[in-house]
């Protein structure tokens, strides 16, 4: 697949488009998303034109949002139509949520005023809800069916939906009132009634409930679809395994970039442009570049010290890193720990004895080895030695505690535990270990 | 629910345990898995033994591997060989691997022959690798059924298998021909044939692929389920959606963890005992500490230009930290983009350009910034000021550079990028940010 994707590209560069025609057939929609991703911006449009027509949906909506900006924006009316129309009701959603207003509208045009509205709804859920990821495209029985009946109704309508695995069974109002496997169907006498068999026990989501908390209920139960209601119990339509795969990535890709500092952002990296990226990167550098003054005004406020005995200034660095690396350790066990709902404020006080615990351990170890390392390897006095080798075992267990405490706390008041990760950690027990540096090295040195 | 599971959990502290029995009736899996986690190690197992039968094999599964090695160490055959024989093959195969050797084979004495070899098989799948994950219960279909004689095998067979939703045509000798879904099944008529509906264009996997990749597939394809072949092309198992779901999120965690100096581990952070977290912990943290002697043997060096201007020594700790902070952004966004299959080593020319224009971006915002941050709140000299900022600007380009590059020159030499990751590149920028600094002030300050 490889060589053929190579073949069509240079196909492409020749401008030999009716070729290419021909031998995109048979080509999988993951491998022509691919090479749209390896075209220039300007050649993009030209390339998604040549695709088959029965594979132009899948490819659009696989697509990222900056390449279906500049599609949507060339492409003319009846196109879009053509290619909306194919589009599963989610995924159209998802597209319309990329695009600008005024694409929007262009898109709108072209609907029934009843989809129009149905649209309208769904583009009003919170982003990253669970009315956000749902689709309507489910199949619902009612439960005086019987297993003919019902199995005859999917048969009827069961290929435009996008998944028939589970039925819904509601009421006239809506209400969901039971699921019902298709396995179960399948493997049941014709005339037994859907209610019969139907499990009424079910475990469901809200409309306005985070994606997050779905992605946890699908990993917990092993569920491959579940059904959204709105507030009165009414079936407002359903969230599926592959959407929640989505949700999964992108919420740790998220946390990746939040704990190092960047405004988060799902573009996909090669396609992000170095204006985006530096916007997203500046912000966070700045602050932090501003709050390191405060380490700056410590070491100013010590100047005495440093005049004394200039050595001291040689260890600053690894103290610095090892407090930092020490509270990264903790902070990322819990952010993890918390974005995949194993860790909880409650837990505050498990934590923080367990990370004094490991704290004093490592720090144990760290300061055995530090010590013989200067006295070795270093011209350093005994008394620069020991200020070293204290200031690093405080350090080192001070990082554990600030490291697993702020992103409890944040995750307490509802701010994201992620923001507290390393780089704010560093700024405090930077601090922290600079001020203990000085006022023992104060004390020890007789300054 | 949870005032239901804090009942319970006092009805154990007051050892009213015929009354658990009854109250865990109508409790799903997720809650007592939660609650065993709740308990010390040593109640573990008395509360195991109160579980339902018929939920006991479910909740033994989604145990941490400590908890159940607790639970085979205590109970008795006899109840092993229950729950065993209650697990599906995959999980079985999981459960095993996490216990030692003298549990695994007291409980393969409670299996029969075929089985025991057919475990010892899967046993032998590398960590990590698609045979690893795969499961054995699917259904397969030859060619020359009819749809009616398709559905009614289902119906024979179906209770037992994990999915039924896609159905394996397989030759008399297990080659693998073709899929048909149970959707295209109960949608066509009785006396077609499954080799008329099939889809033979398929994609699958061999059984030594890693995990990951397989990932990346189900989500580039949206499948719910994959084949698994041998070197002959048979069909040896499928992997499901739900065990990819686990795949992602484990390699996500282990991401998390390398990325912050650790040696990664999947067991819920408050099951894991505190020696394991810091011998998790301790190896980087030496491992760091020792490599930052660099920087202080870089001061030592320059130790004529500190006690000519000791306040260039204000300034190391914001041009460390910035230069960290920098680095860390650009090796986040490789190693995520890597894991996520959207950044390869062949796209090294593209990324440099891309970071060297971030880099030159933000690195003019911030000396800008710092340049005035030091003239108005601090008592440096200009040619101070211009030294700090001069360094800042090349520190944070810099950064940006190796910061992208070390994932991608690790994953081209197939190590893990994560472990190229902040701590790694702090050292380096540090190393670079100081010589430049002190070389830079040496000039300026005409020492």
């Known amino acids: 697949m490889e060589d053929k994707m190579k073949e069509i590209l240079e196909l492409f560069e020749a401008k030999r488009y009716k070729a290419i025609r ?16 390896e075209l220039k911006d300007q050649d993009r449009v030209l390339f998604f034109r040549l695709i088959p027509k029965d594979s132009a949906a899948a490819v659009f909506t696989e697509l990222s949002g900056e390449t279906q900006r500049i599609i949507v924006s060339a492409i003319s009316d009846p196109e879009i139509h053509a290619i909306m129309n194919e589009l599963y009701f989610d995924d159209k959603i998802d597209v319309l949520e990329e695009l600008p207003a005024n694409m929007v509208s262009k898109i709108l045009k072209n609907t029934t005023k009843a989809e129009r509205q149905l649209i309208n709804q ?242 144990f170890i760290m300061a055995f080895v530090n010590f013989f390392r200067i006295l070795f390897m270093t011209p350093a006095s005994l008394a620069v030695n020991v200020t070293v080798t204290f200031t690093l075992f405080i350090t080192v267990v001070f990082a554990k505690l600030v490291g697993c405490a702020l992103p409890l706390f944040a995750h307490r008041v509802k701010l994201d535990p992620a923001i507290m990760a390393s780089p704010m950690i560093t700024t405090i027990v930077d601090a922290l270990a600079l001020t203990l540096y000085f006022v023992t090295a104060k004390i020890l040195l007789g300054l």
């Open 122 to 363: 769904f583009l009003n859920y919170p982003e990253d809800s669970a009315g956000s990821i749902m689709t309507i495209e489910y199949v619902s029985l009612s439960r005086d069916m019987s297993v003919a009946e019902a199995l005859e109704h999917i048969k009827e309508i069961g290929l435009t939906r996008e998944t028939i695995y589970t039925c819904y069974v509601i009421s006239p109002t809506k209400v969901l009132e039971g699921i019902v496997s298709l396995r179960d169907l399948v493997t049941q006498e014709p005339d037994v009634l859907v209610e019969d068999i139907m499990e009424e026990d079910i475990v469901f989501v809200s409309t306005w409930d985070d994606q997050e908390e779905v992605a946890h209920i699908f990993r917990d139960y092993g569920f491959m679809a579940m059904p959204v209601v709105d507030g009165e119990h009414r079936l407002t339509g359903i969230v599926t395994i592959d959407d929640i795969i989505d949700v999964i990535e992108e919420e740790s890709t998220e946390d990746f970039q939040k704990m190092a500092a960047m405004t988060p952002s799902d573009e996909p990296y090669l396609e992000t442009s170095i204006w985006t990226l530096a916007k997203n990167r500046i912000t966070w550098l700045i602050i932090l570049m501003l709050t390191a003054m405060i380490t700056g005004f410590i070491i100013t406020g010590f100047n005495d010290v440093l005049q004394a005995s200039v050595i001291l200034v040689s260890f600053i660095p690894m103290l610095m890193d090892t407090g930092g690396n020490a509270g990264n350790q903790a902070s990322t066990m819990i952010i993890r720990g918390i974005a995949l709902g194993e860790v909880d404020y409650k837990d505050i006080a498990k934590v923080l004895a367990k990370e004094f615990g490991v704290g004093i351990i490592v720090a």
């Open 22 to 37: 021909e031998a995109l057939y048979g080509v999988d929609v993951p491998h022509m998303v691919d090479m749209i991703g």
